[in-house]
């Protein structure tokens, strides 16, 4: 994630079988957010990090965009509402948006 300069990545927890975020965040420098699951990671863990504790909202993407304007965030986490499945959506760096959805 460093290495790419990514903010956050998208991908499917092996704990849960469910997909989840890591993003840049919080007082150990990463954050974890699940949508199923909120109990830390199982194993050993090698980079220390926070575990979101918030529901992940689930929402169209219409009204993602809104949530992320009105919020003024980099990007938003959230469950599409047609698809039940995780979704990124975030500001681009020339003021678009972009979506990142599982495969």
């Not at 997909?19 to 109990?39: I, K, M, Q, S």
């Amino acid at each position: 994630m460093d290495l790419m300069d990514y903010r956050v990545h998208l991908f499917v927890d092996a704990d849960t079988g469910e997909d989840a975020v890591v993003y840049r965040g919080g007082p150990t420098g990463y954050r974890l957010a699940r949508l199923a699951g909120l109990a830390p990671p199982a194993g050993t863990v090698t980079t220390p990090w926070v575990v979101n504790v918030h529901p992940v909202p689930r929402l169209t993407l219409e009204a993602a965009v809104e949530r992320l304007d009105a919020l003024e965030l980099p990007f938003l986490f959230f469950r599409d509402a047609g698809t039940d499945r995780g979704a990124v959506l975030y500001q681009r760096y020339d003021g678009h948006y972009g979506l990142v959805t599982a495969a």
